[in-house]
């Protein structure tokens, strides 16, 4: 029989895929599509549990569609800071955008 | 019948994933990014939720990965095989295999038995969004507003006069 644990475990495992990918990555464009990875993760868990236990209070469906909501606008901000990024430094590849590292 | 499709999808989410972590080409990395969100919205169908299946089809097919693809298209792609991973990706494997293993273990030891899904009336859904959410709605639609015009001014060429 088909649980929420099960839900919630490949939820995890898809979150800590978008994780390596955004710790190991050196473009921006790939750490942001670790960040979508990460962020269908967490929608894949709100939606298994309202989906398991919630049964007429829509929680966590509205959080979710929320999430995808605040998702779809930051993959248009980010977007357009990479854009400028290489308009301005002419590479994507975050080890050398030093200005603001320590 | 459920079981099968469950796997199935689970498969397709974690290789999509592993797909686009792993691979050196930007534009496969992309489909497999594709890939695994279209699986995602198969896992929604198994959840009952279809509507936001729908939805993560319109949203994360149509336009993230339009969006996506534009970017790669408009900034170089010759550096992206150069720069794909950096010299910290064994410490990245420790750290998502410790998160991993750290939330399979939670989820395992408190895992209730909880084996009913509930079907949410579309109906409903919308009621409950424009009644009880509706501020929040409200103030989601502005931020999206803020972030297109904010990246269209970032974005923006400037022309010299």
Known sequence: ML????????????FSVGLYGVLARRSAVLILMSIELMLNAVNLNLIAIASFTDPERFTGFIIAIFVITVGAAEVGLALAIVLRMFRNRGTVNIDEIELMKW | MTWFLFILLSVMVIGGGLGVVTTRNVVHACLFLLFSLLAVAGLYVVLLAEFLAVVQIFIYGGAIIIVLLFAIMLTRSEEYPSISDNSQWPLAVVAGL???SLLTATFVVNSRSFEVMHRVALTDLGRNLFTDWALPFEIASIVLLLALIGSIVIAKVERRR
């Open chain 2, 98 to 100: 410790a998160l991993f």
């Open chain 1, 3 to 14: 649980t929420l644990m099960h839900f919630q475990i490949v939820s995890a495992a898809l």
